[in-house]
């Protein structure tokens, strides 16, 4: 059994900063890749950022502002968000695609965790 525990979201200003974090635990192996998504009120869940040991990727719409990095020796993802603008505002959701301890691959997801950016 794997679970992804996200937290750090809130309510922040335009201009503002946050930093989210997701920590994977449980019968994991190895994590290949760790990303964040996000979906907005009516919208389908889209890529924001994500991290692999060849690099990183980021959504145009982020790229700039926002910064992802892990720890992987606490299997742990975190996604800085700076100059935030109100179409940032949606559930932000970890993932992480892993190898569990019976070799069996994994796409795992958090609970999700609401970015809400005020004008």
């Known amino acids: 059994q794997v679970q992804l525990v996200e937290s750090g979201g809130g309510l922040v200003q335009a201009g503002g900063s946050l930093r989210l974090s997701c920590a994977a635990s449980?019968?994991?192996?190895?994590?290949?890749?760790m990303g964040w998504y996000r979906q907005a009120p009516g919208k389908q869940r889209d890529l924001v950022a994500a991290?692999?040991?060849?690099?990183?990727t980021y959504a145009d719409s982020v790229k700039g502002r926002f910064t992802i990095s892990r720890d992987n020796a606490k299997n742990t993802v975190y996604l800085e968000m700076n100059s935030l603008k109100p179409e940032d505002t949606a559930v932000y959701y970890c993932?992480?695609?892993?190898?569990?301890?019976?070799?069996?691959?994994?796409?795992?997801w958090g609970q999700g965790t609401l970015v809400t950016v005020s004008s």
């Open positions: 993932n992480a695609d892993l190898l569990t301890l019976t070799w069996r691959t994994l796409s795992a």
């Open positions: 449980g019968s994991i192996l190895r994590i290949n890749t």
């Open positions: 991290i692999t040991s060849g690099g990183r």
